[in-house]
């Protein structure tokens, strides 16, 4: 069976490729948890950048919906649960983050790109976040702080699809860059990663992320325990 995860540390830099590139690298609970286990373990072992990207066509199409229908709805919302843990363990890190994106990416492939600090895709890079569309808050605090709260509720009430050029502009990605650089690229930012001292860069990254965890945590429970969970997904992926 192919590992959901590629892992691969040089020094202090941590790379860590979703590996499913079959179905578009979609999140699901096996993956969350080994994204989870070493984020938490990288916090540990000195590392000093994490870079997330994706293997195949994209970085991530998002929740994985496969067999979601046998899952119980109390599983269901545990999964949302952990996704959102992994948001946060991604988005408060003591340590430079870095996503590289390319492809079309979905909801939570989105969100995670979204909680890193350096937002990095391919010119040709597609984004959209749907959950609201099934009545799920998930990242939408996050994504407001990046883009502002006016285009926020545009593209997430909407459900609309907006593009690399785009997200450049409104803030949600830092940079362009064709995927061919992006060795080079890593290169540079594993450098400048380690500039500061570790105590410094872990003062900074606290300094600079209005810790609202527990807020986000309890608007996306609240949101995924409404009754009938299953029947939104159902009419939201017949539509």
Same mark, same amino acid.
């Given at each position: 069976?192919m590992?959901e995860?590629?892992?691969?540390?040089d020094g202090?830099?941590?790379t860590l490729?979703?590996?499913?590139?079959?179905?578009?690298?979609?999140? *699901?609970?096996?993956l969350?948890e080994?994204?989870?286990? &070493?984020?938490?373990?990288?916090?540990?072992?000195?590392?000093?950048?994490?870079?997330?990207?994706?293997?195949?066509?994209?970085?991530s199409?998002?929740?994985?919906?496969?067999?979601?229908?046998?899952? *119980?709805?109390?599983?269901?919302?545990?999964?949302?649960?952990?996704?959102?843990?992994?948001? &946060?363990?991604?988005?408060?890190?003591? /340590?430079?983050?870095?996503?590289?994106?390319?492809?079309?990416? /979905?909801?939570a492939?989105?969100?995670?790109?979204?909680?890193?600090?350096?937002r990095?895709?391919?010119?040709?890079?597609?984004?959209?976040?749907?959950?609201?569309? /099934?009545?799920?808050?998930?990242?939408?605090?996050?994504y407001?702080?990046?883009?502002g709260?006016?285009?926020?509720r545009?593209?997430l009430?909407?459900?609309?699809?907006?593009?690399a050029k785009?997200?450049?502009?409104?803030? /949600?990605?830092?940079?362009? *860059?064709? *995927?061919?650089?992006?060795?080079d690229?890593v290169?540079?930012?594993?450098?400048?990663?380690t500039?500061?001292?570790?105590?410094?860069a872990?003062?900074?990254?606290?300094?600079?992320?209005?810790d609202?965890?527990?807020?986000?945590?309890a608007?996306?429970?609240?949101?995924?325990?409404?009754?009938?969970?299953?029947?939104r997904?159902?009419?939201?992926?017949?539509?």
């Open positions: 069976m590992d995860l590629l892992i691969e540390r202090t830099t941590l490729t979703l590996n499913r590139p079959d179905k578009m690298n979609p999140l *699901s609970a096996t969350v080994a994204l989870l286990a &070493q984020v938490h373990e990288a916090a540990e072992s000195g590392v000093r950048l994490l870079v997330l990207k994706g293997n195949g066509r994209n970085f199409a998002g929740f994985d919906f496969g067999g979601y229908e046998e899952q *119980s709805t109390g599983d269901l919302v545990l999964r949302f649960i952990r996704i959102e843990q992994l948001l &946060q363990a991604v988005r408060y890190a003591p /340590f430079d983050t870095l996503a590289l994106a390319h492809g079309r990416n /979905f909801g492939g989105v969100d995670l790109i979204c909680s890193c600090a350096r990095i895709a391919d010119p040709a890079a597609t984004f959209r976040m749907p959950g609201l569309g /099934f009545g799920l808050v998930l990242g939408t605090r996050r407001a702080e990046r883009v709260p006016t285009r926020a545009a593209i009430g909407d459900g609309l699809v907006f593009d785009e997200a450049m502009a409104d803030g /949600f990605l830092t940079r362009l *860059s064709p *995927s061919a650089e992006w060795t690229l290169s540079t930012v594993s450098e400048t990663a500039q500061l001292a570790p105590e410094a872990i003062s900074l990254y606290a300094a600079t992320a209005a609202t965890r527990s807020q986000d945590l608007d996306l429970v609240t949101s995924a325990a409404r009754p009938g969970l299953k029947e997904i159902r009419a939201y992926r017949a539509a």
